[in-house]
């Protein structure tokens, strides 16, 4: 019996040849696929230009490099990379703890903060449970939220704004993580701190909310989430080193919450998650307040031009306050392949149900003006 069971199944196999989709988990085949802003090289290759010549307006990030007392401190950690960095991150979550005055075990450090969000899904979800967040918000949520098998429970952003009450009544007794971001990527719009907290006050105790704050650093104020956790709440925090620090390549991001789950989080991740000279380079960027000052005086600056250029054009965009404009563009998804032959990458933001609109970084006073130039030709 076993020999004639065993022949039909290797006849089979000759037949069909199992895939590698036939023996993956079933949540990895539907997961969407995150379109990352196109790296400068890869665009002056494609094209035929001169990489030096190509501006990236595409991912957010800093167009003041990175900060200067981060990037010291990644060169000298170099010379110890044969070293493996500090699996407990010891410096750097105590300098947050006296930063948010908490305690280090209130941290945890991942790889950037996209880490600590897919951390908090692999620890909380599983098929069935349900994941409330924006039809405009970050993608990461439901990458992470599909990953586990978890169902997404998208709801719709009039004018693309959060719709707080919306999302308030959305949330079941399957929901395990609402996730909010203010500012929004990719819509750039803030929440109000008191609304904010409000609508985390009143989500049922056994729900997860994460506040993404990636652009913290460029409002004039952010919610303090800290009463709430501390009455035991279950609310998280994350906020990244990849914008207002400038060191997006690096990757250290972090998640503020109860000691519970940060040891929690802590289990899942891997034990050397965050590099040697990513490590040194954020411990030494939290004290790099000159930075942050002038990288946000950069920004409204650059924020104030953009706005009053796309007025002039007649281009509508979602008043922001990060470091990001999206704006509505005549047939943008040519004008996204336009921009790139004249050497500046955007965004294009048809991935997230907004086609006509493009992402526009704010960058350099000179970079912003040569992305109007190229706006006003299109
Ligand atoms: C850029 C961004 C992040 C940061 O991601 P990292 O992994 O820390 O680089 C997080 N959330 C939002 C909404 C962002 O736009």
């Not at 170099?78 to 699996?87: E, K, Q, R, S």
Request: hydrophobic share 45%; glycine share 8%.
């Amino acid at each position: 019996m076993r020999t004639l069971a065993l022949r039909a199944f290797s006849l089979m196999s000759v037949l069909r040849m199992a895939t590698y989709a036939d023996l993956a988990n079933r949540p990895v085949l539907t997961q969407p696929v995150y379109e990352a802003g196109r790296p400068i090289e890869v665009v002056a290759r494609e094209f035929g230009l001169d990489p030096s010549a190509v501006i990236k307006l595409a991912s957010n990030e800093n167009p003041l490099g990175p900060s200067p007392l981060g990037l010291a401190a990644a060169k000298k950690g170099l010379d110890d990379c044969h070293l493996y960095p500090d699996g407990g991150c010891t410096f750097l979550r105590e300098k947050l703890a006296k930063k948010w005055a908490l305690e280090p075990g209130n941290f945890v450090i991942g790889n950037g903060s996209n880490e600590v969000m897919i951390l908090l899904a692999q620890a909380f979800l599983r098929p069935g449970d349900e994941v409330v967040f924006g039809s405009q918000a970050f993608i990461v949520y439901k990458l992470a939220t599909m990953l586990f098998g978890a169902t997404p429970v998208e709801v719709p952003m009039p004018g693309f704004r959060h719709d707080l009450k919306a999302m308030r009544a959305a949330v079941t007794a399957k929901t395990r993580i609402v996730f909010l971001a203010s500012p929004n990527n990719p819509t750039g719009g803030t929440d109000d701190p008191a609304d904010i907290l409000a609508f985390a006050a009143s989500l049922p105790e056994d729900v997860i909310f994460c506040l993404d704050e990636a652009y913290a650093e460029y409002l004039e104020a952010s919610a303090d989430l800290r009463p709430l956790m501390k009455s035991g709440r279950k609310v998280v925090l994350s906020r990244t080193f990849s914008k207002a620090y400038g060191l997006a390549g690096l990757r250290v991001g972090y998640l503020m919450g109860a000691t519970e789950v940060c040891g929690l989080l802590n289990r899942v991740r891997q034990p050397f998650n965050v590099n040697l000279p990513a490590l040194a380079a954020a411990e030494a960027a939290l004290d790099d307040d000159a930075f942050v000052r002038r990288t946000r005086e950069v920004n409204a600056a650059g924020i104030a031009q953009l706005s009053a250029g796309l007025k002039q054009l007649g281009f509508a965009f979602i008043d922001g306050k990060a470091n990001f404009l999206a704006a509505q563009i005549p047939k943008a998804e040519e004008a996204f392949t336009t921009l790139q032959k004249a050497g500046v990458i955007v965004r294009p933001l048809r991935g997230y149900g907004m086609t006509g609109w493009l992402r526009l970084t704010v960058g350099t006073e000179a970079q912003n003006a040569r992305l109007l130039a190229e706006l006003a030709k299109l």
